[in-house]
């Protein structure tokens, strides 16, 4: 958490709003049995301003809907927020089948007699822990209903046959969505009044050399500032239509510098970690095309790591 804080003075972000961070943290401290709900983020989120926002929003006591396109790191940033705020955490995933058993518990049997198992929302609400509501907007709006009363001024869960649940005072929720997925659908007015909401922007080239040198030290300044330029070319296309959004990854721009790390060809990582993930053989083509033209043809480990 340490290391984390310190990545956020270096930011830049407001001391008065970290030091509200660290209260918080001293105000609420985090179970031993629950220590290991605490994530340890491979990953840092880069964006002064998402940061000061989205910290600010928690601290109010709001929850936060983070929404934008591919690749904007909504998901680093959920995992991020809870460890800077050193709480448990639940990863939530939504799909079309979402329930009210799959969010909140259902019945079961222990030593023969009927008890609640419970779900990750309850547990998290009772624990103090931060939510996170992955694809929020895969579910049917119907099966998300029954986190109303939790995500709204009542803070609180009731299970029928059970007893009322307040949410703990630490507990946040943090959803995250994409525009356009296949088996998306538009979230409805009365759950999204429920969260603040930030538009997730597209990382800079700037925040992006950072996060790839930050993962691989011995990486050199102008492959770094090659690979930056690559994704601008690859979503630039992506933007006006030629390519889908497959091979816009920043996890596998990230895996390619990694298998180039442990020996692999350069062209080859690229190809087994963008151009393959479009599966139409002629967007494939487009895509190495536009690596050919930002990169060298053959690529040797001396000409990407110190």
């Known amino acids: 958490m340490a290391d984390l804080m310190q990545f956020l003075r270096e930011e830049g972000i407001s001391a008065s709003i970290l030091a509200d961070v660290e209260r918080f943290r001293q105000r609420f401290p985090v179970a031993d049995s629950l220590q290991r709900r605490v994530p340890a983020p491979r990953y840092l989120y880069y964006g002064k301003e998402i940061w000061e926002e989205a910290l600010t929003a928690l601290l109010c006591g709001e929850n ?86 939790t995500l709204d001024f009542r803070r609180a869960i009731d299970m029928p046959g059970y ?16 525009y356009g997925y296949a088996g998306t659908r538009e979230l409805n007015e009365a759950l999204a009044s429920r969260f603040v909401v ?17 993962e691989f030290p011995d990486l050199r300044d102008s492959f770094a500032n090659q690979l930056a330029a690559l994704f601008q070319d690859i979503r630039q296309k992506c933007d006006g239509g030629e390519l889908s959004t497959k091979p816009l990854d920043l996890r596998g721009l990230l895996s390619a510098v990694r298998l180039m790390h442990a020996g692999l060809e350069g062209n080859r990582a690229l190809d087994l970690s963008l151009v393959n993930k479009s599966f139409d053989s002629f967007e494939r083509q487009l895509v190495t095309d536009v690596i050919q033209a930002r990169l060298p043809e053959t690529i040797r480990y001396e000409d990407v790591f110190a």
């Open 64 to 149: 936060l809907l983070l929404a934008g396109p591919k690749a904007t790191g909504k998901n680093v940033l959920s995992e991020n927020l809870a460890a800077v705020f050193g709480r448990p955490s639940w990863d939530v995933s939504f799909y079309i089948n979402t329930d009210a058993a799959t969010l909140l518990g259902t019945d079961t049997f222990v030593n023969g007699a009927v008890s609640l198992r419970k779900g990750p929302i309850y547990q998290c609400a009772e624990s103090g822990g931060f939510g996170i509501l992955d694809e929020i907007n895969m579910a049917k709006n119907e099966s998300l209903a029954v986190l109303h009363a």
């Open 163 to 178: 007893d009322r649940i307040e949410l703990h005072e630490a507990t946040r929720f943090i959803a995250t969505m994409n």
């Open 198 to 214: 930030i538009d997730m922007p597209v990382i800079t080239p700037e925040d992006l050399i950072k996060l790839i040198r930050r």
